[in-house]
């Protein structure tokens, strides 16, 4: 026989040790309305000391990502530790974004101090609003039209006087200077005033017509280069005129500016600002004059080189005169363009057209010098707006431009704010995978959140976080506007957040689905006519709660009750172990025992998991099987090859089978099916096992009891009905009162087991077998059975290979086995491969 390592010892657990309570007398008050308000972040401490240190270094790269599981209160915590701390600072800049009059189609930024954006935006409004009356009325004065005229009338009079004297000239040898549609040229005098015909012309002698050709030509000759002079002559007339109107107008506009610039001589861009739109109206002069629009026609500025009064306004892009400390921005759909900011468009004469007043701030501009609140989730659904997010963090400036344009698919001529620097905390929120995924596969994600604030799941049960915990509950209470809870309602909504964490000792920090649970137990109150919420309301609450969503689990309860679904719950069989299979819809969990079966047959010690080979079967599952099948071997096989190929499957299962917390339960089924033992339905099983045998803590042991108690509960109890668990989820229970009594009343029973021996031992009702001073187990133990059983296998493998071999070896002449006798020295040393090896 095999030397083997057993252990012993299973225990069935008393009704105390399967549901901790919390004693309402231990509570030091009678009422939530006795306890002062608490945040959720006392069962965050760590959490809670990354964040305060995120939020207080000012260095580049340290923004925040805050990390843990839905509900936990997370968001709640980080508003109130960033509202606690912005009120400490004074409020960061306005942002301005006013006409590039040099070019139009990038429009300059302005930093003003909180306050005075508006103020600025304001003045410019007034300044416009008197802009077009003082251009009329500049243009239209008396004096500005007299000086016009006179250079207009100088103008005339030196080009008339320079063809006047030409044409003087030109008389005297008999030809007169003309103008017509033409232009200016030269014909012959009939008389003193009077030009020749054509036809007199063409009956002038010869020599005279050549004379007088010969003179045309000599004048037209001298009157070219006067000519080419005519046109300089207007461009500086045309220049004398803009002058005129210049000074005009930097008369008639230049106190509107000068009644503007003091209250702004401390900020020197918004003085050149200032100077820009003075030298802008004195430079585009009479284009200015025909502009009458009022502001709400601002929009249909073209940034394309239309002129209007509009293009002195300001863009009040950012406005700070309202935030009291830093701005704290919680963006809920974080696009691309909501990040950075956008430029709009609007419909002008059937096409969309642009302008600086039109861009808006995005979030990273608005939470400039303060912080800003994403979820890590919507961020990283939308279309590049995580690679924003993180180039504008590492520039340390926000472009803003379109989708079209950062992907290359726009080519029309398109706005270019000038960026904004920005320094501001981003803090991510989202769950515990996105972040290690990002820290993984994002190399730039750890030069840009360099602080984690991991949030705690659940906190220890201690007396002291017992007190916290009623705070907290109080605390939701009273911002949710319910009735107040008595000192028993409070125990039992602790015991409940227990519950949610799988564990007697610990507490879950799921705030959201605490406060449900207060909120239907306010209504199951305020439906009786109370004023208080006692503890059956909470109960009561719990009861309707699970009521809604038990529609799936009462169908898989019923059809095993009729038969569907195969489940014994008494009575013995070989090769068959009921295990517990949980499932998690949303909040709601149960679980359903499930009938696992297992098959033994001559074979090369191979364990085959049929849920692996059609791909139901999930890896870890699939570990798990692997790893009974080392137990099997270094037990069973350890002088003696294993002969022998087994099949595990979950029957009537048809979805996807994932973890190892069946494998105690396949093992069992296994080592019966090898065995020949009998094992007892009306025990189910739940627990992992390794290597060695040991059986390991899974997760959803409350639900799996109390998914086998309902079964056995509908057909009747019986008293040795029952449910095996690992000895280490012990400390997790946290059992309904319906199965505690049970228990109480002998009806069913709990058994915690530390080795697959000991649950071996339950289910046959044989003694494991406990090795002696030589590894020997005693006869009718259950190793004993399976290591016989083994080596009754074996020995049949080998027999049988045996005759195969001798039935296979065709035969040979005496002269063949002579001629091959002389090579058996040379033949190779690998050994022969088949059944026989």
Not at 694 to 717: H, Y
Request: with cysteine; net charge negative.
């Amino acid at each position: 026989m095999p030397k083997i390592v057993e252990t012993s010892g299973a225990e069935r657990l008393s009704p105390a040790q399967l549901y901790t309570p919390c004693n309402p007398d231990h509570l030091p008050f009678a009422g939530s309305e006795e306890l002062v308000d608490i945040g959720a972040g006392f069962a965050h401490a760590r959490a809670v000391e990354a964040l305060r240190f995120g939020l207080d270094i000012r260095r580049p790269g340290y923004n925040l990502f805050v990390l843990g599981d839905t509900g936990s209160g997370r968001h709640a915590v980080v508003h109130a530790l960033v509202e606690a701390g912005r009120k400490r600072n004074d409020p960061p800049s306005d942002w301005c974004y006013v006409n590039n009059f040099a070019q139009a189609t990038r429009p300059q930024l302005l930093q003003l101090p909180s306050g005075r954006g508006r103020a600025l935006k304001e003045a410019m409004q007034g300044f416009v609003a008197e802009l077009a009356t003082a251009i009329s009325t500049a243009f239209e004065s008396n004096d500005y039209r007299s000086r016009i005229d006179a250079l207009e009338r100088e103008y005339k009079k030196r080009e008339d006087d320079a063809l006047r004297e030409l044409g003087r000239e030109a008389l005297t040898r008999g030809i007169a200077l003309v103008r017509s549609e033409d232009g200016i040229g030269f014909a012959p005098l009939k008389d003193k005033d009077e030009t020749m015909s054509e036809d007199e012309f063409a009956q002038l002698p010869e020599a005279r017509r050549s004379e007088l050709e010969r003179v045309m030509e000599e004048f037209e000759a001298r009157l070219t280069p006067l000519v080419r002079e005519f046109p300089q002559w207007r461009r500086e007339q045309a220049a004398r005129i803009k002058t005129l109107s210049g000074d005009a107008l930097r008369l008639a506009v230049g106190h509107l500016i000068d009644e503007i610039r003091p209250a702004w001589a401390d900020l020197p861009a918004v003085t050149a600002f200032l100077d820009a739109c003075l030298e802008d109206v004195v430079g585009t002069g009479e284009a200015l004059r025909e502009t009458r629009k009022g502001e709400e026609e601002m929009e249909t500025l073209l940034f394309s080189g239309s002129i209007s009064v509009q293009r002195y306004l300001v863009n009040l892009f950012v406005d700070n005169a309202a935030t009291d400390g830093r701005p704290v921005v919680c963006e809920d759909h974080p696009t691309f363009q909501n990040l950075i900011g956008r430029v709009e468009h609007i419909a002008h004469q059937g096409v969309l057209v642009s302008n600086f007043t039109l861009i808006r701030a995005g979030a990273l501009q608005r939470a400039n010098g303060g912080t800003l609140v994403l979820d890590a989730a919507k961020l990283l659904v939308q279309p590049y707006a995580w690679e924003g997010l993180k180039r504008a963090l590492g520039a340390g400036q926000v472009r803003i431009e379109s989708l079209g344009e950062v992907y290359g698919l726009a080519s029309t001529v398109q706005l270019e704010p000038e960026p904004v620097p920005i320094d501001l905390k981003v803090v991510l929120v989202g769950e515990r995978l996105t972040y290690y995924l990002l820290a993984e596969l994002d190399p730039e994600f750890a030069q840009l959140f360099k602080v984690a604030a991991d949030f705690e799941s659940d906190v220890e049960r201690s007396a002291e976080n017992t007190l916290l915990y009623a705070r907290l509950l109080a605390t939701l209470a009273r911002r949710e506007s319910l009735l107040p809870l008595s000192r028993e309602a409070i125990a039992r909504a602790i015991e409940h957040a227990a519950r949610l964490a799988d564990d007697a000792a610990r507490l879950s920090t799921q705030t959201r689905r605490l406060a449900d649970l207060l909120r239907e137990a306010d209504h199951c109150a305020t439906q009786a006519g109370e004023t208080r919420i006692e503890r059956h309301h909470v109960e009561q609450a719990l009861r309707a709660a699970e009521r809604r969503a038990d529609r799936l689990r009462e169908q898989q309860h019923s059809a095993i009750l009729r038969g569907l679904l195969l489940i014994d719950s008494d009575g013995t069989a070989i090769g068959q172990v009921n295990g517990l299979a949980a499932a998690l819809l949303g909040d709601f969990g149960f679980a359903q025992p499930v009938r696992i079966t297992a098959g033994v047959r001559l074979g090369e010690g191979e364990v085959i998991d049929i849920e692996r080979e059609v791909e139901l079967g999930g890896p870890v599952h699939s570990k798990g099987v692997m790893i009974l099948a080392a137990f099997l071997a270094t037990r069973f096989g350890r002088l003696t090859p294993l002969s022998l190929g087994a099949t595990l499957v979950f029957e009537q299962s048809y979805g996807e089978i994932e973890g190892d917390s069946a494998s105690l339960a396949e093992l069992c089924a296994l080592l019966s099916a090898i065995g020949l033992l009998p094992l007892a339905q009306s025990l189910a099983v739940t627990g992992s096992v390794n290597q060695h045998g040991a059986v390991q803590p899974v997760g959803a042991v409350n639900e799996k009891i109390e998914g086998f108690f309902d079964l056995c509960r509908a057909r009747g109890l019986t008293g040795g009905q029952g449910v095996i668990v690992p000895a280490a989820n012990v400390q997790h229970l946290m059992l309904r009162a319906d199965v505690v009594e049970a228990v109480a009343a002998g009806r069913f029973a709990v058994y915690a087991v530390t080795h697959v021996d000991q649950a071996m031992a339950l289910l046959s009702g044989l003694p494991a077998g406990t090795p002696d001073a030589q590894g020997e187990v005693p006869e009718g133990s259950v190793n004993y059975r399976v290591a016989e059983q083994l080596h009754e296998m074996a020995a049949a493998r080998q027999e049988f290979g045996g005759v195969e071999r001798k039935r296979k070896r065709p035969a040979k002449t005496k002269a063949a086995a002579a001629k091959e006798a002389p090579a058996a020295d040379h033949a190779p040393e690998t050994p022969p491969t088949g059944d026989g090896a």
